[in-house]
Each structure stands twice: as structure tokens, then as C-alpha cells.
């Protein structure tokens, strides 16, 4: 098993731009959930999934869009980049509600 | 949101000596999970606790998951210098199996600094 993947590792971005990081499962986990980690801040919740087809916002989900249509694939959007989205991005994925988060290898995004 | 208290926030040690960092919150959690991050690497779990009171281990770790609900510890005995990292404590608030839908709460984090 790969586990959690993501793509792109790094990116820069220039205010106003949109992009989709990606993200990916292959342990059949029913939860995924994004998170950005900024310096001093640990890990803050962006969105999260239950199952494919339902998504719930997170602490921090201004900015952000998500959909889930299957269960391996977990993409995140960016619909108009700001500087203060400027970050490190983790996608995890669990077997259960309740239970421990794999993590991916993180995306680190840049908006100029 | 909730909130974790981890301490302390950075720990400069020599190889060989033990460690205990700690995590408390003002709410109560079922779940105590503990991380640790590497430079560039995503977060990877080293002990996840589910009761009140228990006491896990994993080889040199040992985590505890505090009898109030509200706080959690881990130790690390005899470091070596693989141990440097970033240690990050997690809580899923109680009732996480309706409402909370396992939104992990995260720590500030340790840093670990293990001088051979």
C-alpha cells in the first residue's frame, strides 16, 4: 500500500490564482480530512469527509472547497489564492471516526 | 475551538537521558493520539490511547491518557538522537463518535533536540 499520497510537494502561487492540491488513499479509509500547519501552530483542521459524497468544514475553511466523489480521492481548491494561505498542507486519512489519522507527506504552498 | 496546551516547547537533551512532555485541555477528550513529525515528513503516529487511565507503550515510548479525561503524557526513555522531531499531541473531544466526527485538536507541538 502507498497509503496517503500527495501531490504537488511544493507550489507558489501568485495572489488570485487558483489551484487543486491533491490527495490520495489507498487503504479504503471512509474518513480523509485536510489540515495546514503554520509555524508555532501545530495542525489546524481545514475540511473533513465521512464518505464519499459528504464533506463538513473544519476550524479554518475560509478559502477553501472540497469534494469527495469517491473514496480514495480527497482534493482540496483554492479558488483565489491570498498570502495568508500561505502554508504546509496534510490530507490524512482513518479506518474510523474515533480513531488514529495517517498522514500524507504534505504539500508546502507558497502565495506570492 | 477546542484547545491543547502541550509543554514544554522545545527540549534541548543529552543522549541518553529520559524526556516527558505533556498535553492538557479545559475540555475533556475520549482520544489521545501522539505524533511525531520529521523535517518535510508528515506527522506519524507512535501510540493512540482510548481509555481513561491507560498506560501504553512503544519501545521506548510511554504514553498515558490522564484519569480527568483532560490531559495526556509522553515519555521517552534512554533518547537517542534519532529521537529529534517534533512531537505533536492530538484529542478528539468527548462525544466524537456523534457530533465531533473526529476532528482532531492538535498541540502546539515539542520540539526534541538530542544532543549524541
Known amino acids: 500500500n502507498a497509503g496517503v499520497t500527495q501531490t504537488p510537494k511544493f507550489q507558489v502561487l501568485k495572489t488570485g490564482q487558483s489551484m487543486t492540491l491533491q490527495c490520495a488513499q489507498d487503504m479504503n479509509h471512509e474518513y480523509m480530512s485536510w489540515y495546514r500547519q503554520d509555524p508555532g501552530m501545530g495542525l489546524r483542521l481545514i475540511h473533513y469527509?465521512?464518505?464519499?459524497?459528504?464533506?463538513d468544514q473544519g476550524e479554518v475553511p475560509n478559502g477553501y472547497n472540497v469534494s469527495r466523489s469517491t473514496t480514495e480521492d480527497f482534493p482540496l481548491r483554492l479558488l483565489s489564492a491570498a498570502p495568508s494561505q500561505t502554508s504546509v498542507y496534510f490530507c490524512a486519512s482513518s479506518p474510523r471516526l474515533a480513531g488514529e489519522q495517517f498522514f500524507g507527506p504534505g504539500t508546502r504552498l507558497t502565495v506570492l | 475551538g477546542q484547545q491543547l496546551n502541550q509543554s514544554p516547547q522545545s527540549m534541548f537533551i543529552q543522549e541518553g537521558e529520559d524526556v516527558s512532555m505533556n498535553c492538557t485541555s479545559s475540555s475533556i477528550f475520549n482520544t489521545w493520539l501522539w505524533y511525531k513529525q520529521d523535517p518535510g515528513e508528515g506527522p506519524v503516529l507512535l501510540i493512540a490511547?482510548?481509555?481513561a487511565g491507560e498506560l501504553t507503550s512503544n519501545g521506548r515510548l510511554t504514553a498515558q491518557f490522564g484519569i480527568t479525561r483532560k490531559d495526556s503524557f509522553l515519555n521517552i526513555s534512554a533518547s537517542i538522537p534519532s529521537d529529534v522531531g517534533i512531537y505533536f499531541c492530538a484529542g478528539l473531544p468527548w462525544g466524537a463518535g456523534g457530533t465531533s466526527y473526529g476532528k482532531l485538536t492538535f498541540g502546539q507541538g515539542t520540539i526534541l533536540t538530542v544532543h549524541p
Open positions: 469527509s465521512v464518505g464519499a459524497g459528504i464533506t
Open positions: 490511547l482510548y481509555k
